[in-house]
C-alpha cells in the first residue's frame, strides 16, 4: 500500500482527559440537547437556526462572532434558539484547497493534524465556556466524531458523504440530531434511504472495534440544492419541494420527520445575499400549510463578520476563505426578522 505513516494520533479518551469540560459546560451540553430534542419531536415551536461561518478558519474572529450571536439570541429566545455553525473540516469537490482547521489550524501554514485535532477541541470549548452555545459541525470523518462528542449539539452529513455506509452507520449511534443533505445531484431518495439507515441500529467496525448501536431517531433531512449534470444549480426550498418530502416521509415509518432547509449553496445558487429572501420565503410556506410548518424545523445560513469571502491569506478579519457569507450587519438584521415572522 502505498500510504506513508506519519505519526499516531491521541486517542479520544486521552485528548478528553487532557482537554476535559468543566462541570458548568456539561450542564450547558445537557441543557440545549434537550432544548434541541423538543424543537425535534415538537414540543418546542421555536425555530432552529444553524448559523456561522462556511469554516471556522479564525479562533478569535469565530468567537466574536459567537458573542455577537449570544446577545442576539437573548432577545429572540421565545421564537428562535440558534445551533452556531463551526465547521473545522470541510470537503472539497476536487481534493484542492483549505480543508478546515482539522486539517490546518492556521490557513497560512502546513497541515498538522495533531495540532488540528486539539485546536478544534478548543475551539468548541471556547463556545460553550464564552458564549454559552454548543454548536454544529459536519462529520467529514465519521472516525473523528468521538473527538468532540461531548461538545456538539448538531452534527451534519455533507452531499457528498450521505450515500457512504459508514456515515450512516455512525450517525445511527451519534446522540444529537443528525442532518442528512440530499446530494449534489438531487436525488432525494438516497436522502431518504439515509435517513432510515440512520435510524436503526446497526453492528459494524468503528475505530478497531466491533461496535453496535440503537439506531438514532433525531435524523433528518437537509434540502440544499441540486446541481444537474450540466453544472446547473437548482434550488429544492420550494413550497412544492417541501411538499413532496412530506410525501416521501409519508410512505416510509420514520421517527420525528424533519428538515433543515440550508438556504445557501445551489439552493441561492451560492449568491449568498439570497439567503435572505429564500429564508422568509420558506417560512411564508409554513404559514401557508401547517403540514409544512411541522415538518420545517429550522434554517441553514452561512454568516460571518463581514460579507463575502476572500482568498486564503486575504488578511479581512472574519471574512470567508470557503464560500461566500452573509455579513455581520444583514445576519443581525435577518434574525430580528425571521424571529418576527416565525
Not at 469565530?62 to 463551526?86: G, N
Not at 478548543?122 to 452555545?133: M, S
Not at 460571518?304 to 482568498?311: F, I, K, P, T, W
Not at 478579519?317 to 464560500?323: N, V
Amino acid at each position: 500500500m502505498n500510504m506513508q505513516q506519519i505519526r499516531p494520533l491521541p486517542m479520544p479518551e486521552d485528548l478528553k482527559a487532557e482537554y476535559p469540560l468543566r462541570p458548568e459546560a456539561k450542564q450547558i451540553k445537557a441543557s440545549r440537547d434537550e432544548e434541541i430534542r423538543r424543537v425535534f419531536n415538537g414540543e418546542d415551536d421555536r425555530l432552529l437556526l444553524m448559523i456561522g461561518p462556511c469554516s471556522a478558519d479564525n479562533e478569535s474572529a469565530v468567537l466574536e462572532y459567537l458573542c455577537r450571536l449570544r446577545k442576539v439570541q437573548d432577545q429572540v429566545s421565545d421564537r428562535i434558539l440558534m445551533i452556531p455553525r463551526i465547521y473545522t473540516n470541510k470537503p472539497r469537490t476536487m481534493g484542492t484547497g483549505y480543508k478546515g482547521m482539522l486539517h490546518q489550524p492556521d490557513p497560512n501554514r502546513a497541515e498538522d493534524m495533531v495540532k488540528g485535532i486539539i485546536a478544534i477541541r478548543e475551539l468548541h470549548t471556547r463556545a460553550v465556556e464564552d458564549a454559552g452555545f454548543t454548536c454544529a459541525d459536519e462529520m467529514l470523518y465519521p472516525e473523528n466524531h468521538p473527538y468532540l462528542s461531548d461538545l456538539l449539539a448538531y452534527v451534519a452529513v455533507g452531499a457528498r458523504s450521505v450515500e457512504d455506509q459508514l456515515h450512516r452507520l455512525t450517525a445511527s449511534g451519534v446522540q444529537i440530531p443528525v442532518g442528512m443533505k440530499n446530494p449534489t445531484e438531487g436525488d432525494l431518495s438516497v436522502m431518504m434511504n439515509s435517513i432510515v439507515a440512520a435510524q436503526h441500529g446497526h453492528t459494524f467496525i468503528y475505530r478497531g472495534w466491533e461496535v453496535r448501536t440503537q439506531g438514532n431517531p433525531y435524523t433528518h433531512a437537509i434540502l440544499r440544492g441540486y446541481v444537474d449534470r450540466f453544472g446547473h444549480n437548482h434550488p429544492n426550498y420550494h413550497y412544492e419541494h417541501l411538499r413532496a418530502l412530506l410525501d416521501l416521509y409519508g410512505n416510509r415509518s420514520l421517527s420525528h420527520p424533519a428538515v433543515v432547509v440550508d438556504v445557501n449553496h445551489s439552493n441561492s445558487g451560492k449568491q449568498y445575499e439570497e439567503q435572505i429572501r429564500i429564508s422568509k420565503d420558506i417560512i411564508h410556506s409554513c404559514h401557508v400549510s401547517e403540514d409544512i410548518r411541522g415538518l420545517v424545523k429550522g434554517l441553514m445560513i452561512e454568516s460571518y463578520l463581514e460579507d463575502g469571502c476572500q482568498s486564503v491569506g486575504g488578511g479581512v478579519y472574519g471574512k470567508s476563505i470557503t464560500d461566500p457569507c452573509l455579513g455581520w450587519d444583514k445576519t443581525e438584521k435577518l434574525i430580528y426578522e425571521l424571529a418576527e415572522l416565525w
